[in-house]
């Protein structure tokens, strides 16, 4: 399979709790919870639903007091690293470092007088985390927005370089930034041009993208963008969806770009006329049955014999359509199978390696 090369920019590796993120770790994939911080339960079970579709880090917003107590409480059964996402207030950020954050998402040029900035940036220091910056075209500064007319990739950027600016003089070089805006071009540009300016990494996003369908499609053609270009460290695509479905979406991105593979890679035809057997409903119920697999396998569905054998043949696990239909193991026809098997013989074969991948 042709793979090409994808340089890498180089950045400083940063850490969000036990997740690296920059440098040559592996590009991280987050999503953010939509649930009341102060649920407590609620916010735990959908981190946990994030984490079982693979999850590197989330976000949680903080938006309160009280959020920051309840994110205590969140962070203390959390099992992956927690970003607190705060606006203006230095006192919320001071508390939820002391309750055990792993980076907070805070815009010190939005926190005010300075020796509130100072407090916040040497709380971070003291507790050994990261910051991110986060620019959204959304809340650009009213200066910028005038200066430039609409939010422009160089309003964004400018908007950054005042934030980074800050920490830089404060001597601290531990923070990732973002530059959202919805439209795709805006977004590939600014990032381009900050890339080149600073070392710290990049989190990628299009931000407010849409619903399920148009915000991936968005997102991967803007992410896809960059990343092709070697630009970006962590990734969150911002779905109006469930968080679980931006889990996913991110790791087809990466996948697709044969830049991190994880869970099952489903290659399947289009189906036609030719089909021997119900090829969407199959790759459907196969991918709902296959959910929870984190490990990375290739697995092709393929309606008949015209591209059925080629494809199973390159496939850990294949169904190529005929009389009758063929299943495929490691690249050989292994047994028949009717319609009814299909789902439940590739589910096997799959499950079957896994396990006997954990016993090695
Ligand atoms: Fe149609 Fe066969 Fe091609 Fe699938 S593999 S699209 S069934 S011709």
């Given at each position: 399979m042709f793979k090409p090369e994808i340089p890498r920019r180089k950045s400083r590796k940063i850490m969000v709790g036990s997740v690296a993120v920059g440098g040559d770790a592996p590009i991280s994939v987050q999503t953010m919870t939509n649930t009341e911080t102060c649920d407590v339960e609620a916010t735990l079970a959908q981190i946990d639903r994030a984490a079982r579709a693979g999850v590197d880090i989330v976000r949680v917003s903080v938006p309160s007091m009280e959020a920051a107590e309840a994110f205590g409480e969140i962070k203390k059964r959390s099992q992956v690293p927690l970003i607190t996402d705060i606006h203006f207030d230095y006192k919320i950020a001071l508390r939820v470092a002391e309750l055990g954050a792993d980076c907070l998402r805070i815009n010190p040029g939005n926190i005010g007088r300075e020796d509130r900035v100072q407090a916040v940036v040497q709380s971070a220091k003291d507790h050994g985390i990261s910051i991110r910056i986060g620019v959204n075209a959304g809340s650009l500064e009213k200066d910028l927005q005038k200066k430039y007319g609409e939010p422009t990739p160089e309003a964004l950027v400018e908007s950054a370089m005042r934030h980074i600016e800050i920490l830089d003089r404060l001597n601290f070089p531990d923070f990732k930034v973002s530059l959202k805006a919805s439209d795709v071009f805006t977004t590939v540009e600014a990032y381009k041009i900050l890339a080149a300016q600073i070392e710290q990494p990049l989190h990628l996003g299009i931000t407010e993208a849409g619903g399920l369908r148009s915000g991936s499609v968005k997102s991967a053609i803007g992410l896809g963008m960059l990343l092709a270009a070697g630009i970006g460290d962590t990734i969150r695509v911002s779905?109006?969806?469930?968080?679980v479905e931006e889990v996913k979406v991110g790791f087809d991105i990466l996948k697709s770009l044969h830049i991190r593979s994880k869970g099952i890679n489903i290659i399947a035809c289009p189906s036609c006329s030719r089909q021997e057997f119900d090829v969407i409903k199959t790759v459907n119920a196969l991918e709902a049955r296959l959910e929870d697999v984190l490990e990375h396998m290739d697995v092709a569905v393929m309606g008949c014999v015209v591209n059925g054998p080629g494809e199973a043949r390159e496939a850990n696990f294949g169904i190529a359509g005929g009389s009758p239909n063929l299943l495929y193991v490691d690249g050989k026809p292994a047994y028949k199978v009717t319609e009814n098997e299909i789902v439940d013989q590739l589910e096997r074969q799959v499950r079957e390696r896994i396990a006997r991948m954990k016993q090695e």
């Open positions: 779905l109006a969806a469930d968080p």
